[in-house]
């Protein structure tokens, strides 16, 4: 079965900081990982997503996350975060973009001006 | 382009009763996936649908059911609703020869059951 967990339920970093927020995943065959983002009482905006190549993808808002097969993670990161960054973050995998999906808890994250 | 439309936004049911949702995918899009979101957690993915058959079902009762119409817009019912079923449903649209594309989300139905 798959799954996917993010240990970090909530972050809060100083706006201008990194950030790397954290997504292992449990998956028989090569995923499809995704991040989403979602704004408090809206749907989920696709950040990024990765099935093969570059295991370094780069997404929308700046970005990027980095697939370690051998760690069995997805780890997205943003060099500088902005206020406007502030919302939760989901990870999800599956066995393809359009197929059912399973989603990580998600991440709460804050920023501090 | 219109993305997803999902209707109504809110809703308040009391327990036992029955609720329909209605979605209509992004122009374009042919399939449609249903996920419930439950307070502070991740989708849960309910079913899908193309050429107006369910192809996929989640670990869901089948209180849960879906429908699709020809124009590719799908209906989610839920009968004798329990407390908690209280939770935002997303309706998720997507192209199913482009699979690899990936879905396009709506903004959801916030259903609340008392």
């Known amino acids: 079965a798959q799954s996917v967990t993010q240990p970090d339920i909530h972050i809060t970093v100083s706006e201008g900081a990194s950030l790397e927020l954290r997504c292992n995943y449990s998956y028989g065959a090569t995923p499809y990982l995704f991040w989403y983002v979602q704004s408090p009482g809206q749907g989920l905006q696709l950040l990024l997503k990765y099935f093969s190549g570059d295991t370094l993808v780069q997404g929308i808002k700046g970005f990027e996350a980095e697939f370690k097969r051998s760690q069995s993670s997805f780890n997205l990161r943003k060099p500088s975060v902005h206020w406007s960054d502030a919302a939760e973050y989901f990870c999800?995998?599956?066995?393809?973009?359009?197929?059912?999906?399973?989603f990580g808890g998600g991440t709460r994250l804050m920023v501090k001006p | 382009d219109a993305g997803v439309t999902q209707s109504p936004t809110h809703l308040i049911k009391t327990r036992g009763q029955q609720v329909t949702l209605r979605c209509s995918p992004k122009s374009g899009h042919d399939t449609v996936s249903w996920y419930q979101q439950a307070l502070g957690q991740g989708p849960q993915f309910i079913f899908q649908y193309y050429e107006e058959e369910e192809r996929q079902r989640g670990n869901f009762p089948d209180r849960f059911s879906g429908h699709q119409f020809p124009n590719y817009s799908s209906e989610l019912n839920v009968n004798a609703l329990l407390l908690g079923d209280s939770a935002l449903y997303l309706c998720?649209?997507?192209?199913?020869?482009?699979?690899?594309?990936?879905?396009?989300f709506g903004s959801g139905t916030r259903l609340t059951v008392v």
């Open positions: 998720a649209s997507s192209l199913w020869s482009r699979s690899g594309y990936g879905y396009t």
């Open positions: 999800a995998v599956g066995p393809n973009a359009g197929n059912m999906l399973t």
